[in-house]
């Protein structure tokens, strides 16, 4: 049992362009790899991890769907695509 004067600590809260920032950077990507209309596996991997964060972070599926510039059926195959 935790006393009562604990608090947890504040959860860090990023912007859905530094989460983009931040996935680009570790896929060796640019954001507009992520953001635009490019197939490529690479592209997509990136994109799915981006989706993910997004989710995590307690953002809607419209929400990810507006930032990434996809529909928001998309962004919830993604979903479960990307487990």
């Known amino acids: 049992m935790l006393p009562r004067w ?3 600590p504040a959860l860090t809260r990023y912007t859905g362009r530094e989460i983009i920032a ?3 950077k570790l896929h060796d990507l640019t954001p507009e790899d992520i953001t635009g209309p490019s197939r490529l596996a690479e592209h997509c ?5 981006v ?3 997004l989710r995590a972070s ?3 599926v419209s929400a990810i769907g507006r930032m990434l510039n996809r529909d928001h059926t998309t962004i919830v195959h993604g ?3 990307a487990g």
């Open 22 to 24: 931040r996935v680009a």
């Open 79 to 81: 979903l479960r695509r």
């Open 45 to 49: 991997e990136a994109r799915f991890h």
């Open 51 to 53: 989706m993910r964060e």
């Open 6 to 8: 604990y608090r947890p």
């Open 58 to 60: 307690g953002w809607s």
